[in-house]
C-alpha cells in the first residue's frame, strides 16, 4: 500500500467515494483536525453519529491499516499547526494589502536592534580579507538571495561566486582553505545539505559567515552570524516576510564593504555605469545592473 503522507488531503480527495455513515466520519474529522487528532475512537463514533464499526472500515477507505494508523496520522497532520488546517474568513483585498505591508515593516523594526555595526564590521572584515568570497543558499528564498548577495558584491570588485546546489555546494567546501571565506543563507539554519557543507568549510579552516536563525545548528558552525528572525503569522497565504530581514542584511553588509574601500568602489561603479550606458542608454539615475 502506498504510504500516506498528507491524511487531510487523502480524506478530503475520497470523501465523495465514501459511504454515507463514513462520509459522517471524514466530515466530523475535517470539522476538527486537532480534535479528532485527540479523540478516542468512542469520542469520534460519538461525535460523527456512527458506530465504532464504522471508524474501523472508515480507517482502511482512507488507505490506513487499522484505527490505530488513522490516529496517528492526524496526530501528525495536526502538528503542522492550526493554520495550515483551519481556514479563515478571506481579507479584503485592501485588508490584507496593508497587512502584508505591515508585516513587513514589522520584520524589519523586530531586526534593526539585532544589527549592531559591530556585527557588520566583523563580518565585512571577514570577506574583505577573502581570497575568494563563496555564498551558499537552497531552497526558496535563500537560493535566490544568494545569487543577490554575488550581485552585490560583484559591483564592488570582490571575487565571489553562488552555489544553491547541494553537491556542487559540497565540491565547492572541500576545494577551501583559510584564505577563503563563505557567506551561508539559510533562514532556518536546520538544511541538511547546508550543514554538511558548513562542517567541510571548517574542516579545511575557511571562515563562515552566516544570515540563519541565531539558535539554528548552522550558528554554531558560524564564526560571524548575521540572526535572521523567522515568526510566521497565522495568515500562510503571502509569502515569508523573513526574506525582507535577509535583505536588509545583504544590503548592509554590502553597504560595509563598499564604505571600507570608498575609492576604489566609486571608481568601479563609475566604470560599471559608463559600460551600461554604452549598452543600454537610458536615464542618470537608472540602477547599476538592475
Do not use: W
Not at 490584507?96 to 564590521?121: G, V
Amino acid at each position: 500500500m502506498t504510504q500516506i503522507r498528507d491524511i487531510v488531503y487523502q480524506i478530503r480527495s475520497c470523501r465523495d467515494n465514501l459511504s454515507a455513515t463514513e462520509r459522517k466520519v471524514a466530515d466530523a474529522i475535517l470539522d476538527d483536525i486537532a480534535m479528532a487528532a485527540g479523540a478516542t475512537v468512542d469520542q469520534l463514533a460519538n461525535k460523527a453519529g456512527v458506530s465504532i464499526a464504522t471508524i474501523s472500515r472508515f480507517a482502511r477507505s482512507v488507505g490506513c491499516d487499522d484505527t490505530r494508523d488513522l490516529k496517528m496520522k492526524l496526530a501528525q497532520a495536526s502538528a503542522v499547526g492550526t493554520r495550515f488546517l483551519d481556514p479563515s474568513v478571506p481579507a479584503e483585498e485592501s485588508t490584507f494589502y496593508a497587512r502584508i505591508y505591515a508585516d513587513i515593516e514589522s520584520t524589519l523594526r523586530a531586526h534593526l536592534p539585532l544589527f549592531s555595526e559591530t556585527l557588520f564590521e566583523s563580518a565585512m572584515e571577514i570577506v574583505r580579507g577573502a581570497r575568494m568570497t563563496y555564498v551558499f543558499g537552497m531552497g526558496g528564498a535563500s537560493a535566490v538571495l544568494a545569487q543577490e548577495m554575488q550581485s552585490r558584491l560583484v559591483r564592488l570588485g570582490y571575487p565571489v561566486a553562488a552555489y544553491s546546489d547541494a553537491v556542487l555546494l559540497r565540491m565547492v567546501a572541500a576545494t577551501l582553505d583559510e584564505r577563503d571565506a563563505v557567506i551561508m543563507l539559510s533562514a532556518s539554519g536546520l538544511t541538511p545539505e547546508m550543514l554538511s557543507g558548513a562542517r567541510i568549510v571548517k574542516q579545511y579552516r575557511a571562515r563562515i559567515v552566516a544570515l540563519t536563525d541565531a539558535s539554528a545548528p548552522l550558528a554554531e558552525l558560524a564564526d560571524v552570524v548575521i540572526p535572521v528572525r523567522t515568526d510566521e503569522t497565522d495568515f500562510i497565504y503571502k509569502p515569508s516576510s523573513s526574506r525582507y530581514a535577509m535583505m536588509l542584511a545583504i544590503d548592509l553588509l554590502a553597504t560595509e564593504l563598499a564604505m571600507a574601500r570608498q575609492e576604489e568602489t566609486r571608481d568601479r561603479l563609475r566604470r560599471i555605469k559608463l559600460a551600461l550606458d554604452e549598452y543600454r542608454g537610458g536615464p542618470n539615475r537608472l540602477p547599476l545592473g538592475d
